[in-house]
């Protein structure tokens, strides 16, 4: 049990910004949302994380909603590389570290 | 710097030997994580450490499985007479802390035949 529902695949075109669902709605308030990526045949990459303010890194963006129910990564110019399965998290303590089936998004040229 | 690495990248083992999987983590990295993926699913939790200690095991499949961590740095992951649903790849991450972002390494494929 993930804790987490993302849909199982979304396509992207190439250049234009992904916009990754996920839904946490039993997320209590100390738990933290967290994205990860895989990348066929790699170990999952941390992408970010954040608690309820929205946060920015050089790779995404992280969009909280203000009841925390939900949330949003965005990749702001999907490239080929981003191509990959990717998974939102929602952990306090280390063993809720369940990662779910995530999405597999595939950026398209 | 060096990120984690493990070792052998691929086994291929015989139904009821033993294999031992190896993890270095990050340097300074004081919590480490195992976990597995069978083809095509998600990864499973194994166990982790924190410093040289695992507070909880109840994440191993089976009592055929044991993971130690000495000197606070590298860890084995050991798993006794495989069996074939044992095949999957294994993958460590570490942590500078405990709940602060795991580094995952790029895993070890197990085969068992």
């Known amino acids: 049990d993930a804790k987490t529902t993302q849909p199982t695949s979304m396509d992207c075109a190439e250049g234009r910004a992904a916009n990754l669902p996920c839904n946490h709605s039993t997320i209590s308030g100390n738990e933290y949302v967290y994205w990860y990526r895989q990348i066929h045949s790699q170990g999952p990459q941390y992408i970010i994380h954040g608690l309820k303010n929205n946060e920015t890194n050089e790779m995404a963006s992280l969009i909280i909603t203000e009841d925390r129910k939900s949330s949003t990564l965005i990749l702001p110019h999907a490239t080929l590389r981003d191509t990959a399965v990717y998974y939102c998290i929602v952990r306090v303590y280390v063993d809720d570290m369940r990662f779910g089936a995530g999405t597999r998004l595939t950026v398209k040229p | 710097g060096a990120g984690v690495s493990q070792s052998p990248s691929n086994k291929v083992t015989e139904k009821g030997k033993d294999v031992e999987l190896r993890c270095d983590p990050i340097s300074g990295h004081t919590a480490l994580y195992w976990y597995r993926q069978s083809l095509g699913q998600g990864l499973e939790f194994l166990i982790y450490f924190q410093g040289n200690s695992a507070p909880d095991k109840s994440g191993l499949p089976s009592d055929r499985f044991s993971a130690e961590r000495t000197g606070g740095s590298v860890s084995t992951l050991t798993i006794q007479r495989t069996q074939q649903e044992d095949s999957a790849v294994y993958l460590c991450?570490?942590?500078?802390?405990?709940?602060?972002?795991?580094?995952f390494g790029p895993g070890t494929r197990l085969t068992v035949t």
């Open positions: 991450a570490s942590s500078y802390r405990v709940q602060y972002e795991q580094y």
